[in-house]
T-cell receptor, first 115, second 114 residues
Framework: NAGVMQNPRHLVRRRGQEARLRCSPMKGHSHVYWYRQLPEEGLKFMVYLQKENIIDESGMPKERFSAEFPKEGPSILRIQQVVRGDSAAYFC?????????????FGSGTQLSVL | AQSVTQPDIHITVSEGASLELRCNYSYGATPYLFWYVQSPGQGLQLLLKYFSGDTLVQGIKGFEAEFKRSQSSFNLRKPSVHWSDAAEYFCAVASRSNDYKLSFGAGTTVTVRA
C-alpha cells in the first residue's frame, strides 16, 4: 500500500509565480489535511478537506492561498504570486475518518523555495 | 489559544543511554496529546497518543510518554536508544472539539553517538 504521496518533493519558484502542490491520500482515505512548517517552527494547520468540500480553512492565509480536493485526483494546494515568506515545508496528511482517534498518515512534504 | 513548547532544540545521547524529551502545553482543558517522529526525507510517524485513562502511554519502537496534568507536560522517554532513533521528534496537541487540528511544537532533534 502506498502511503500519502506528495509531489514535487522540492519546488523552486520566483517571486510572483504560482506554486501548485499535490497530495494523493492513502487509498480509501477521503479526509485530507494540509500543514505548513516554517523554518524553526512546528507544523501549523492550514486546511481540512473532504472530497469536494472544504471543512475548515481557518489556518489558510486570507489571500493567495487556496486548496481543493476534487472527486477524482489529488488534493491541490495552490499559492498564487508567491513571496519569500511562503518558503516552507508543506505537509499533507490523510485519514479514513475524521477524529483524533483516527490515525493521521503524513506525506514526506514539499519543500517550497521562493527566490 | 493552545500552544506547545519543546524546550530542547537539540539533544545528543549515546547509544544505549536513556532519552527524555520534554513537552509542555498551554490549554484551558486537557487536550489530546501526541508524539510524532520524522526521519530525514520521511513523513511524520505517530509514536503514541493520549486521550484519557492511564497517564503512562506506551507507543511503538519502545517509546513511552507520561501525561502530568499538574505540570501540563507530556514527556517522551525511551530507556535505551538505538542509532536508528536519530530523528526529529514533535509533540502535538489537539482540542477535543476540533480534534483534527493539531498544534505542533517546534521539534527536538535527537543525535545518537556511538
Amino acid at each position: 500500500n502506498a502511503g500519502v504521496m506528495q509531489n514535487p518533493r522540492h519546488l523552486v519558484r520566483r517571486r510572483g509565480q504560482e506554486a501548485r502542490l499535490r497530495c494523493s491520500p492513502m487509498k480509501g482515505h477521503s479526509h485530507v489535511y494540509w500543514y505548513r512548517q516554517l523554518p524553526e517552527e512546528g507544523l501549523k494547520f492550514m486546511v481540512y478537506l473532504q472530497k469536494e468540500n472544504i471543512i475548515d480553512e481557518s489556518g489558510m492565509p486570507k489571500e493567495r492561498f487556496s486548496a481543493e480536493f476534487p472527486k477524482e485526483g489529488p488534493s491541490i494546494l495552490r499559492i498564487q504570486q508567491v513571496v519569500r515568506g511562503d518558503s516552507a515545508a508543506y505537509f499533507c496528511a490523510s485519514s479514513a475518518k475524521q477524529g483524533a482517534d483516527e490515525k493521521l498518515f503524513f506525506g514526506s512534504g514539499t519543500q517550497l523555495s521562493v527566490l | 489559544a493552545q500552544s506547545v513548547t519543546q524546550p530542547d532544540i537539540h539533544i545528543t545521547v549515546s547509544e544505549g543511554a536513556s532519552l527524555e524529551l520534554r513537552c509542555n502545553y498551554s490549554y484551558g482543558a486537557t487536550p489530546y496529546l501526541f508524539w510524532y517522529v520524522q526521519s530525514p526525507g520521511q513523513g511524520l510517524q505517530l509514536l503514541l497518543k493520549y486521550f484519557s485513562g492511564d497517564t503512562l502511554v506506551q507507543g511503538i519502537k519502545g517509546f513511552e510518554a507520561e501525561f502530568k496534568r499538574s505540570q501540563s507536560s507530556f514527556n517522551l522517554r525511551k530507556p535505551s536508544v538505538h542509532w536508528s532513533d536519530a530523528a526529529e521528534y514533535f509533540c502535538a496537541v489537539a482540542s477535543r472539539s476540533n480534534d483534527y487540528k493539531l498544534s505542533f511544537g517546534a521539534g527536538t532533534t535527537v543525535t545518537v553517538r556511538a
